[in-house]
């Protein structure tokens, strides 16, 4: 789908979203680009691919489908052949009681494909349009599940010779080497992985996705195999194939479904031969606004607050793998306009935010946080990001640039929000330098997301209330009339709601009397829309520490990180178990996964 330029800003102007100042920047970067503004809009981030195809849908009066490929039936995908599918970007995805066909096209306006599908169809059929990745998708219904495809694939590979041996003729683009790797890829983004692990094994090859934070098994390779597959990656990261005992890292970009992915590559030599895992980045994803990650209440006012300070200090602290570049990207992307100049350094870049200056971290060149830090002071920026604080060099160096006038963002790992600040502390930062600059501090963990069409209700037993108010020390928190009100306001705030904007519940209020009424669980089996896990995608807990009058006072005073988190749950933060607890309480998680994520507090 084409949309020209003229409509486009004519649709940009009609949301009454966008300034005078961003239109300018976008015809300046059409100028410049050589590139549709269509493009440019999506790629920037002004809107989503799904946004601007429902302005464009209401503008021609066509009515717009939000394609679930889940839930289109076969019998009635095939009412459309294959190649004429691929061929025009259509497919039919229902039939209504007056058997009338619905067709989803990517361009209701191409005549002369709208006249051959009614050739094909007949001519009782009502024109859908949807977005190029949702179509993408269902097109993808044609093609079997990754274990046939695979198993087509390699069955025309059975005379390879043993991994050690690759030939160029398994390396080439029609190989099947390489539509296995393009499987593996596919199969891995159409099923929401973060991460794809291709390890070997003494006798085959298994390959792993982490989805939702967990890895699990999709298929056992033949061994003979692995050579060839591990050099298809290298060629396309532009690493060194013929280097098999040392680790190397590479990047390679991949479209699939009309949308650009980046993928992180990693090698790593094991006992059994090399190691791949591949880190799934999509490149054309709109940042989340706060709400969706999960932030509500005094936590979501608390970070609203600090980020649109001048100057100063925000610290996301977590484990490896608890969403702090999500955050952070999140932020930066609410901040990011033509008129501030925001430079990050980071190891690696993983989020693409259109407008900022980015630096990778390359201790081979020199390039550290620390001499990074030291460059970007002089590129004259508003906003900094640094990856990381890990030495009281790059710590120090931070705490400068938030005291001269600039807003800093960076990340920590510590256990808790309180934690962080005498870490700080730890690294020879000096306590009122740490008063006077901190803002807030963010801490945070990713839990499953319950599946809001399996999940199953449960009322707990006097034993399990009992259980869970020791775990969460619920009659030290206000009892549960109080985490009841909490509940409301959470439910207020719209962190209750699904991706669908249905509530996450029911539509009746939650009870607010002394105990629990009601739990949620993941359904054993689960259902088609989840890959039957019971979980469907994941949220944030977060506990936001704002570093009030009396928190400073601390600081300065040398407070333990027990005696500072104590003070800031006075002043009305909530723990990140006390936020996953009331997010469970919501049908959003389980009280399983809460404990699962933050059972080392």
């Given amino acids: 789908m084409r949309i020209p330029d003229s409509l486009v800003e004519k649709l940009l102007k009609g949301t009454h979203k966008f300034s005078e100042e961003q239109f300018t920047a976008l015809r300046e970067q059409e100028a410049t680009e050589k590139k549709p503004l269509q493009d440019l809009v999506i790629k920037s981030n002004l809107l989503s691919e799904k946004e601007l195809t429902k302005l464009y849908a209401a503008e021609i009066e066509v009515p717009?489908?939000?394609?679930?490929?889940?839930?289109?039936?076969?019998?009635?995908?095939?009412?459309?052949?294959?190649?004429?599918?691929?061929?025009?970007?259509?497919?039919?995805?229902?039939?209504?009681?007056?058997?009338?066909?619905?067709?989803?096209?990517?361009?209701?306006?191409?005549?002369?494909?709208?006249?051959?599908?009614?050739?094909?169809?007949?001519?009782?059929?009502?024109?859908?349009?949807?977005?190029?990745?949702?179509?993408?998708?269902?097109?993808?219904?044609?093609?079997?599940?990754?274990?046939?495809?695979?198993?087509?694939?390699?069955?025309?590979?059975?005379?390879?010779?043993?991994?050690?041996?690759?030939?160029?003729?398994?390396?080439?683009?029609?190989?099947?080497?390489?539509?296995?790797?393009?499987?593996?890829?596919?199969?891995?983004?159409?099923?929401?992985?973060?991460?794809?692990?291709?390890?070997?094994?003494?006798?085959?090859?298994?390959?792993?996705?982490?989805?939702?934070?967990?890895?699990?098994?999709?298929?056992?390779?033949?061994?003979?195999?692995?050579?060839?597959?591990?050099?298809?990656?290298?060629i396309l990261s532009n690493l060194k194939i013929d280097e098999h005992r040392a680790p190397q890292d590479g990047r390679f970009k991949i479209e699939v479904g009309g949308l650009v992915y980046a993928l992180r590559v990693s090698t790593l030599p094991i006992l059994d031969g090399e190691k791949v895992v591949m880190r799934i980045l999509n490149e054309s994803t709109k940042a989340a606004d706060f709400t969706d990650l999960g932030f509500w209440g005094t936590a979501l006012a608390s970070l609203q607050h600090a980020i649109v300070q001048p100057h100063g200090m925000v610290l996301v602290t977590g484990p490896t793998g608890s969403g702090k570049s999500t955050t952070l990207f999140s932020v930066l992307s609410s901040l990011n306009s033509p008129n501030v100049n925001i430079s990050t350094v980071e190891d690696p870049i993983e989020y693409h935010i259109v407008g900022a200056n980015q630096t990778q971290v390359n201790t081979v060149a020199g390039m550290t946080f620390t001499n990074g830090l030291r460059a970007l002071l002089r590129q004259d920026p508003n906003i900094i990001m640094v990856g990381e604080v890990r030495d009281g060099e790059t710590a120090d160096l931070a705490v400068q640039a938030a005291l001269t006038g600039h807003l800093v963002f960076s990340t920590l790992h510590t256990n808790n929000a309180a934690t962080c600040l005498p870490r700080l502390l730890d690294m020879g930062v000096e306590p009122f330098l740490i008063a006077s600059t901190v803002r807030v501090v963010v801490a945070q963990r990713l839990v499953r997301r319950l599946c809001i069409d399996c999940r199953e209700e449960y009322a707990p037993d006097a034993a399990t209330i009992k259980h869970l108010d020791k775990i969460f020390h619920l009659e030290e928190k206000g009892g549960m009339a109080h985490i009841h009100e909490l509940e409301e306001s959470a439910m207020n705030d719209s962190i209750g709601r699904s991706a669908t904007g249905k509530d996450s519940i029911t539509d009746q209020p939650s009870t607010t009397t002394q105990s629990i009424s009601r739990l949620f669980k993941a359904h054993d089996n689960g259902c088609e829309k989840c890959n039957h896990s019971g979980y469907k995608g994941r949220i944030g807990i977060y506990e936001v520490l704002t570093n009030s009058s009396t928190v400073q006072s601390m600081i300065v005073g040398n407070a333990t990180n027990e005696s500072i988190e104590k003070t800031a749950i006075a002043e009305g933060m909530l723990t990140m178990q006390l936020d996953g607890f009331i997010k469970a309480l919501r049908g959003q998680t389980t009280i399983e996964e809460i404990l699962r994520v933050t059972s080392q507090e």
Avoid at 86 to 96: E, H, L, S
Avoid at 150 to 179: F, G, Y
């Fill in 64 to 234: 717009f489908v939000e394609l679930n490929a889940k839930e289109i039936d076969h019998d009635i995908l095939k009412l459309l052949p294959e190649r004429i599918a691929r061929q025009y970007n259509a497919i039919v995805f229902a039939v209504d009681e007056h058997e009338t066909k619905l067709l989803a096209m990517e361009d209701p306006d191409d005549i002369q494909a709208l006249n051959f599908l009614q050739k094909q169809l007949g001519t009782n059929i009502k024109i859908h349009i949807t977005t190029s990745s949702l179509l993408q998708a269902a097109l993808n219904l044609y093609r079997g599940n990754i274990s046939s495809e695979l198993t087509k694939v390699i069955a025309s590979n059975q005379d390879d010779e043993e991994d050690d041996d690759v030939d160029e003729s398994d390396l080439a683009e029609d190989s099947p080497v390489a539509q296995t790797i393009n499987i593996l890829i596919e199969y891995g983004i159409q099923a929401g992985a973060s991460d794809i692990h291709i390890e070997p094994r003494e006798d085959f090859v298994v390959v792993r996705y982490r989805i939702d934070g967990l890895l699990r098994e999709a298929n056992k390779l033949p061994r003979k195999l692995l050579g060839s597959l591990v050099s298809r990656i290298k």
